[in-house]
Protein backbone atom coordinates (compact mmCIF):
# COMPACT_ATOMS: atom_id res chain seq x y z
CA UNK A 1 0.00 0.00 0.00
CA UNK A 2 1.47 3.28 -0.52
CA UNK A 3 1.85 6.01 1.73
CA UNK A 4 -0.93 8.21 -0.16
CA UNK A 5 -3.38 5.11 0.23
CA UNK A 6 -3.00 5.43 3.88
CA UNK A 7 -4.22 8.90 4.38
CA UNK A 8 -8.05 8.43 4.15
CA UNK A 9 -9.18 11.58 1.37
CA UNK A 10 -12.16 12.01 3.64
CA UNK A 11 -9.88 13.88 5.96
CA UNK A 12 -9.59 17.00 6.64
CA UNK A 13 -6.11 17.54 7.40
CA UNK A 14 -6.34 21.76 7.41
CA UNK A 15 -2.70 21.29 9.02
CA UNK A 16 -1.24 19.46 6.22
CA UNK A 17 1.10 22.06 4.29
CA UNK A 18 4.08 19.51 3.20
CA UNK A 19 3.04 16.27 1.97
CA UNK A 20 4.89 12.78 2.94
CA UNK A 21 7.38 11.89 0.20
CA UNK A 22 5.98 9.18 -1.76
CA UNK A 23 7.19 5.38 -1.12
CA UNK A 24 5.66 2.63 -3.04
CA UNK A 25 5.35 -0.27 -0.67
CA UNK A 26 5.89 2.09 2.75
CA UNK A 27 2.39 1.71 5.01
CA UNK A 28 1.91 4.78 7.02
CA UNK A 29 -1.31 3.10 8.75
CA UNK A 30 0.37 0.03 9.44
CA UNK A 31 3.62 1.60 11.21
CA UNK A 32 0.60 3.57 13.25
CA UNK A 33 -0.70 0.67 13.95
CA UNK A 34 2.53 -0.86 15.13
CA UNK A 35 3.00 1.50 17.50
CA UNK A 36 -0.21 1.98 18.83
CA UNK A 37 0.32 -2.32 19.28
CA UNK A 38 3.25 -2.09 21.15
CA UNK A 39 2.33 0.66 23.84
CA UNK A 40 -1.22 -1.44 24.40
CA UNK A 41 0.30 -4.93 24.18
CA UNK A 42 -2.03 -7.64 24.97
CA UNK A 43 -4.32 -5.82 27.65
CA UNK A 44 -4.23 -2.24 26.78
CA UNK A 45 -3.63 0.85 28.98
CA UNK A 46 -4.33 -1.44 32.25
CA UNK A 47 -3.86 2.30 33.92
CA UNK A 48 -6.83 4.45 31.98
CA UNK A 49 -9.03 1.24 32.60
CA UNK A 50 -8.42 1.66 36.38
CA UNK A 51 -8.52 5.38 37.42
CA UNK A 52 -10.53 6.82 33.76
CA UNK A 53 -14.63 5.91 33.25
CA UNK A 54 -14.65 5.27 30.02
CA UNK A 55 -17.54 7.35 28.79
CA UNK A 56 -15.80 10.97 30.47
CA UNK A 57 -14.23 13.26 27.89
CA UNK A 58 -11.62 16.06 28.21
CA UNK A 59 -9.86 18.55 26.60
CA UNK A 60 -5.92 18.38 26.32
CA UNK A 61 -3.63 20.87 25.12
CA UNK A 62 -0.29 20.16 23.24
CA UNK A 63 2.37 22.58 24.99
CA UNK A 64 5.71 23.38 23.82
CA UNK A 65 8.85 23.34 26.26
CA UNK A 66 11.24 24.25 24.06
CA UNK A 67 11.75 26.72 21.28
CA UNK A 68 11.77 24.91 17.92
CA UNK A 69 10.37 24.05 14.43
CA UNK A 70 6.94 22.33 15.17
CA UNK A 71 6.19 18.76 12.78
CA UNK A 72 4.17 16.12 12.79
CA UNK A 73 1.19 17.77 13.32
CA UNK A 74 -0.28 16.19 10.58
CA UNK A 75 0.87 12.54 11.71
CA UNK A 76 -0.86 13.41 15.27
CA UNK A 77 -4.28 13.58 13.23
CA UNK A 78 -3.71 10.11 11.75
CA UNK A 79 -3.02 8.80 15.07
CA UNK A 80 -5.75 10.23 16.54
CA UNK A 81 -8.11 9.14 14.19
CA UNK A 82 -7.01 5.52 14.37
CA UNK A 83 -7.64 5.23 17.99
CA UNK A 84 -10.74 7.46 17.86
CA UNK A 85 -12.38 8.63 14.62
CA UNK A 86 -14.77 11.04 17.02
CA UNK A 87 -11.32 13.00 18.64
CA UNK A 88 -11.57 16.41 17.65
CA UNK A 89 -8.28 17.94 16.76
CA UNK A 90 -7.32 21.62 16.23
CA UNK A 91 -4.70 23.75 15.70
CA UNK A 92 -3.12 26.86 16.10
CA UNK A 93 0.26 26.29 14.16
CA UNK A 94 1.04 23.98 11.43
CA UNK A 95 3.66 22.05 10.24
CA UNK A 96 7.07 24.11 9.96
CA UNK A 97 5.74 26.99 12.42
CA UNK A 98 8.23 27.88 14.74
CA UNK A 99 6.86 27.74 18.46
CA UNK A 100 8.64 29.43 21.28
CA UNK A 101 8.58 27.70 25.05
CA UNK A 102 5.43 27.96 26.74
CA UNK A 103 3.57 27.97 23.45
CA UNK A 104 -0.10 25.91 23.47
CA UNK A 105 -0.43 25.77 19.73
CA UNK A 106 -3.27 22.91 19.49
CA UNK A 107 -5.93 21.13 21.33
CA UNK A 108 -7.54 17.76 21.01
CA UNK A 109 -11.35 16.59 22.46
CA UNK A 110 -13.32 13.71 23.25
CA UNK A 111 -13.30 10.55 25.02
CA UNK A 112 -10.86 11.06 28.02
CA UNK A 113 -9.47 7.08 27.58
CA UNK A 114 -8.46 7.44 23.86
CA UNK A 115 -6.74 10.63 24.00
CA UNK A 116 -4.49 9.30 27.14
CA UNK A 117 -4.22 6.02 24.56
CA UNK A 118 -3.02 8.14 21.89
CA UNK A 119 -0.83 10.62 23.85
CA UNK A 120 1.99 9.07 23.76
CA UNK A 121 2.34 7.49 20.23
CA UNK A 122 1.38 10.81 18.87
CA UNK A 123 4.46 12.81 21.41
CA UNK A 124 6.78 10.45 20.13
CA UNK A 125 6.41 10.96 16.41
CA UNK A 126 6.14 14.58 16.72
CA UNK A 127 8.85 15.29 18.79
CA UNK A 128 11.10 13.40 16.80
CA UNK A 129 9.51 14.74 13.75
CA UNK A 130 10.11 18.23 15.40
CA UNK A 131 13.76 17.74 16.36
CA UNK A 132 14.67 16.78 12.62
CA UNK A 133 13.02 19.63 11.33
CA UNK A 134 14.29 22.48 13.78
CA UNK A 135 18.17 20.90 12.79
CA UNK A 136 17.05 20.80 9.23
CA UNK A 137 15.62 24.29 9.05
CA UNK A 138 18.87 25.52 10.84
CA UNK A 139 21.48 23.32 8.66
CA UNK A 140 19.05 24.47 5.63
CA UNK A 141 19.14 28.46 6.11
CA UNK A 142 23.20 27.69 7.30
CA UNK A 143 23.82 26.05 4.09
CA UNK A 144 22.55 28.44 1.24
CA UNK A 145 22.89 28.52 -1.75
CA UNK A 146 23.59 24.70 -1.42
CA UNK A 147 20.62 22.46 -0.42
CA UNK A 148 20.90 20.35 2.53
CA UNK A 149 20.10 16.58 2.38
CA UNK A 150 19.45 13.77 4.99
CA UNK A 151 20.70 10.37 4.08
CA UNK A 152 19.69 7.01 4.68
CA UNK A 153 20.64 6.86 8.36
CA UNK A 154 17.38 6.48 9.45
CA UNK A 155 15.83 4.86 12.49
CA UNK A 156 14.41 1.47 11.21
CA UNK A 157 10.83 0.96 9.95
CA UNK A 158 10.67 5.48 10.53
CA UNK A 159 12.87 6.24 6.82
CA UNK A 160 9.64 7.93 5.85
CA UNK A 161 8.90 9.47 8.84
CA UNK A 162 11.96 10.70 9.55
CA UNK A 163 12.56 12.00 5.71
CA UNK A 164 9.24 13.70 5.71
CA UNK A 165 10.27 16.02 8.64
CA UNK A 166 13.15 16.71 6.84
CA UNK A 167 11.11 18.44 4.19
CA UNK A 168 8.89 20.40 6.88
CA UNK A 169 12.39 21.78 7.96
CA UNK A 170 13.01 22.95 4.78
CA UNK A 171 15.50 20.33 3.73
CA UNK A 172 15.52 18.52 0.74
CA UNK A 173 15.26 14.55 0.37
CA UNK A 174 17.93 12.31 -0.87
CA UNK A 175 17.04 8.80 -2.89
CA UNK A 176 14.51 7.34 -0.12
CA UNK A 177 16.11 4.21 -0.50
CA UNK A 178 17.85 1.18 -2.73
CA UNK A 179 15.47 1.55 -5.47
CA UNK A 180 14.65 4.98 -6.32
CA UNK A 181 18.40 6.15 -7.38
CA UNK A 182 21.97 4.69 -8.20
CA UNK A 183 24.55 5.58 -5.52
CA UNK A 184 27.59 4.18 -6.51
CA UNK A 185 29.93 4.27 -3.36
CA UNK A 186 33.18 3.38 -2.21
CA UNK A 187 32.04 -0.76 -1.70
CA UNK A 188 30.58 -0.81 -5.19
CA UNK A 189 33.98 0.67 -7.32
CA UNK A 190 35.72 -1.39 -4.83
CA UNK A 191 34.16 -4.68 -6.34
CA UNK A 192 33.59 -3.73 -9.63
CA UNK A 193 37.86 -2.72 -10.27
CA UNK A 194 37.67 0.90 -10.22
CA UNK A 195 35.56 3.91 -11.20
CA UNK A 196 34.73 3.44 -14.36
CA UNK A 197 34.11 -0.09 -14.51
CA UNK A 198 32.07 0.89 -12.11
CA UNK A 199 30.03 3.65 -14.02
CA UNK A 200 29.87 1.23 -17.13
CA UNK A 201 28.29 -1.10 -15.55
CA UNK A 202 25.23 0.51 -14.36
CA UNK A 203 25.18 2.36 -17.84
CA UNK A 204 24.66 -1.08 -18.92
CA UNK A 205 22.31 -2.43 -16.38
CA UNK A 206 19.90 0.85 -16.84
CA UNK A 207 20.20 0.59 -20.87
CA UNK A 208 19.27 -3.58 -20.71
CA UNK A 209 16.50 -2.96 -17.98
CA UNK A 210 15.43 0.37 -20.26
CA UNK A 211 15.01 2.31 -17.05
CA UNK A 212 15.68 6.24 -16.37
CA UNK A 213 16.83 7.54 -13.24
CA UNK A 214 19.42 10.03 -11.13
CA UNK A 215 22.92 8.03 -11.21
CA UNK A 216 25.53 9.56 -8.36
CA UNK A 217 28.94 8.38 -8.38
CA UNK A 218 31.06 8.81 -5.38
CA UNK A 219 34.88 10.46 -5.63
CA UNK A 220 37.00 10.77 -2.67
CA UNK A 221 40.22 12.45 -4.67
CA UNK A 222 40.24 14.89 -7.51
CA UNK A 223 42.16 12.10 -9.49
CA UNK A 224 39.03 10.26 -9.38
CA UNK A 225 36.66 13.06 -10.03
CA UNK A 226 39.29 13.91 -13.23
CA UNK A 227 38.97 10.03 -14.64
CA UNK A 228 35.07 10.48 -14.09
CA UNK A 229 35.19 13.79 -16.27
CA UNK A 230 36.87 12.43 -18.94
CA UNK A 231 35.45 9.21 -19.30
CA UNK A 232 31.91 11.01 -19.81
CA UNK A 233 33.45 13.72 -21.97
CA UNK A 234 34.13 10.77 -24.28
CA UNK A 235 31.41 8.52 -23.50
CA UNK A 236 27.52 8.95 -23.56
CA UNK A 237 26.33 8.24 -19.90
CA UNK A 238 23.80 8.23 -17.33
CA UNK A 239 25.71 9.81 -14.91
CA UNK A 240 23.91 13.17 -13.37
CA UNK A 241 25.07 13.85 -10.00
CA UNK A 242 29.29 13.34 -8.55
CA UNK A 243 29.36 13.05 -4.40
CA UNK A 244 32.62 14.67 -3.27
CA UNK A 245 33.35 12.55 -0.27
CA UNK A 246 35.44 13.94 2.86
CA UNK A 247 37.09 17.10 0.25
CA UNK A 248 36.57 19.34 3.69
CA UNK A 249 39.37 18.72 6.06
CA UNK A 250 39.25 19.41 9.76
CA UNK A 251 41.61 21.74 11.22
CA UNK A 252 43.58 21.91 14.57
CA UNK A 253 41.72 25.32 15.41
CA UNK A 254 38.60 23.39 14.78
CA UNK A 255 38.03 25.15 11.26
CA UNK A 256 37.72 23.32 8.45
CA UNK A 257 39.83 23.83 4.80
CA UNK A 258 37.06 23.43 2.12
CA UNK A 259 39.87 24.01 -0.54
CA UNK A 260 39.54 20.38 -2.14
CA UNK A 261 35.82 20.65 -2.00
CA UNK A 262 36.01 24.20 -4.22
CA UNK A 263 38.77 22.60 -6.70
CA UNK A 264 36.19 19.58 -7.61
CA UNK A 265 33.67 21.85 -7.75
CA UNK A 266 35.15 23.86 -10.31
CA UNK A 267 36.76 20.86 -12.13
CA UNK A 268 33.14 19.63 -12.79
CA UNK A 269 32.05 23.34 -13.24
CA UNK A 270 28.39 22.70 -12.96
CA UNK A 271 28.47 19.93 -15.91
CA UNK A 272 27.10 17.61 -13.01
CA UNK A 273 25.28 18.23 -10.11
CA UNK A 274 27.38 17.73 -7.21
CA UNK A 275 26.82 16.74 -3.57
CA UNK A 276 29.92 17.43 -0.73
CA UNK A 277 29.61 14.91 2.45
CA UNK A 278 31.70 14.16 5.11
CA UNK A 279 32.67 16.72 8.34
CA UNK A 280 29.20 18.38 7.92
CA UNK A 281 28.61 19.63 10.94
CA UNK A 282 26.59 23.37 11.95
CA UNK A 283 29.89 24.82 12.62
CA UNK A 284 30.96 23.97 8.92
CA UNK A 285 27.99 24.14 6.40
CA UNK A 286 27.72 27.86 5.87
CA UNK A 287 31.80 27.66 5.17
CA UNK A 288 30.68 24.55 2.74
CA UNK A 289 27.58 25.94 0.91
CA UNK A 290 29.96 28.85 -0.23
CA UNK A 291 32.09 26.43 -2.42
CA UNK A 292 29.16 26.57 -5.24
CA UNK A 293 28.56 22.87 -4.58
CA UNK A 294 24.92 21.98 -5.24
CA UNK A 295 23.96 19.80 -2.03
CA UNK A 296 25.29 19.00 0.90
CA UNK A 297 24.41 15.88 2.54
CA UNK A 298 24.11 15.05 6.68
CA UNK A 299 23.35 12.03 8.27
CA UNK A 300 23.45 13.90 11.35
CA UNK A 301 20.12 15.26 10.49
CA UNK A 302 18.11 12.18 11.13
CA UNK A 303 21.02 9.87 12.76
CA UNK A 304 21.42 11.33 15.88
CA UNK A 305 18.50 14.29 16.33
CA UNK A 306 17.39 15.21 19.96
CA UNK A 307 14.01 15.45 20.26
CA UNK A 308 12.13 18.48 21.03
CA UNK A 309 10.35 18.73 24.12
CA UNK A 310 6.21 18.24 23.57
CA UNK A 311 3.85 17.84 26.19
CA UNK A 312 -0.23 16.92 26.10
CA UNK A 313 -1.88 18.02 29.23
CA UNK A 314 -5.08 18.56 30.47
CA UNK A 315 -4.86 20.62 32.91
CA UNK A 316 -2.65 23.43 31.40
CA UNK A 317 -2.36 25.64 34.37
CA UNK A 318 -0.67 22.93 36.96
CA UNK A 319 1.78 22.04 33.90
CA UNK A 320 2.57 25.65 33.02
CA UNK A 321 3.45 26.38 36.66
CA UNK A 322 5.60 22.97 37.29
CA UNK A 323 7.32 24.14 34.08
CA UNK A 324 8.01 27.54 35.31
CA UNK A 325 9.21 26.35 38.03
CA UNK A 326 12.10 23.73 36.31
CA UNK A 327 12.33 25.87 33.15
CA UNK A 328 10.78 24.38 31.15
CA UNK A 329 7.85 26.14 30.22
Not at 179 to 194: E, L, Q, R, Y
Not at 203 to 217: A, K, S, T
Not at 253 to 270: C, F, P, Y
Request: proline fraction near 3%; charge should be negative.
Amino acid sequence: MSVAQTINPGLSFRSMVVKPPSHPTYDMKGVIKLALAEDAGDRGDVTCLATIPFDMEVEAHFLAKEDGIVAGISLAEMIFHEVDPSLKVEWSQKDGDYVQKGLQFGKVSGQAHNIVVAERVVLNFMQRMSGIATLTKTMADAARPACILETRKTAPGLRLVDKWAVLIGGGRNHRMGLFDMVMIKDNHISIAGGIINAIKSVDQYLEQQNLQMEVEVETRTLEEVDEVLRYTSQTKSSLTRIMLDNMVIPLPNGDVDVSMLKDAVEMINRRFETEASGNVTLDTVHKIGQTGVTYISSGALTHSVKALDISLKIDTELALQVGRRTKRA
